[in-house]
């Protein structure tokens, strides 16, 4: 019968054959899927490929280092671009979605651009650019309202301006069975049952203007709803959980004091595949533990409210 294991040495094989002596290009979202394909084409032709993870800002805390230490234990040549300050640039003054998605996106692939010309010149040409497509992705792709209704930006979705030949080493596997392939090449269990994550990242949580120090706060927030909710125990079976600044100014009080900060959503939904998703009723007591620490612990957060709407109608994310 058909394995994982048959998958991986198959795959291995058919890739050393193909990419016979060339080198390789990854884009690493630090999500599941580009990490699968990068440590199976790895698996195949090691250092002849090179791992690029650019740091756009609006990652979690923790991410860049999570995704360092994972792919250079692996012994993976990992280049980190910082280009934190581009994506603040390219999102200064806007506050439309759509227009936060599509700057995140021209971004995204015009350092990527950058990034693989800088390490065409240094170690030689580069013909294959490897992608963490997946069956669900091809199927997707194939048409539907999604598209329309959210521009999607995937890190492996770049149309490779450069003529990359493409490799696609899961466009046959469902979410599940690149998991097995990833737990088999020795990935860390934390970044194969990791949620998903939107390439915009936290400029479509950080609704109206991102800035560094609304960032800051996204990200403190996002930790504290994590961590309860791991703490919980709840990680495994849930969809996603994360929290959204609102950009709403509410009034409060704490101590003696009068105080006009920002109210903070937290959003944790169940789902199969994301295309439908239902509100998590989560236990009252973790809910007032996360809006005790949201409120105490984050500077400038001063209320707390739970979405409680599924998908339809309301989607996922916020923007
Ligand atoms: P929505 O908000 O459309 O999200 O209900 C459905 C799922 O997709 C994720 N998402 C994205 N993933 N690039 C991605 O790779 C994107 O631009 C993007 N936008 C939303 C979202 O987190 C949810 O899991």
Sequence with gaps: GWS?????????????????????????????????????????????????FVDTGLLREGEVEEVRSTFSGLGMDLRVVDARDRFLDALAGLVDPEAKRKAVGETFIRVFEEQARRLAAELGPIPYLVQGTTYP???????????????????????PDLDFELVEPLRDLFKDEVREVGRRLGLPTALIERHPFPGPGLAIRTLGAVTPERLRRLRACDRIVREEIRRAGLEGSVWQAFA??????????MGDRRTYGEAVAVRVVASDDGMTADWVRLPHEVLDRIARRLVNEVEGVNRVVYDITSKPPATIEWE
Excluded: Q, W, Y
Aim: proline fraction near 1%; hydrophobic fraction near 50%.
């Design 4 to 52: 994982m294991a048959d998958f991986v040495e198959r795959a291995v094989s058919a890739l050393r054959r193909r990419l016979d002596g060339a080198r390789a290009l990854c884009a690493l979202s630090g999500g599941v899927d580009s990490a699968v394909a990068a440590a199976l084409v790895h698996r195949a032709i090691g250092s002849r490929l090179v791992a690029v």
């Design 137 to 159: 992705d091809v199927i997707e792709s194939g048409g539907g309202a999604a598209a329309t209704i959210k521009s999607h930006h995937n890190v492996g979705g770049l149309p």
């Design 244 to 253: 959204v600044l609102t950009g709403a100014r509410t009034v409060g009080v």
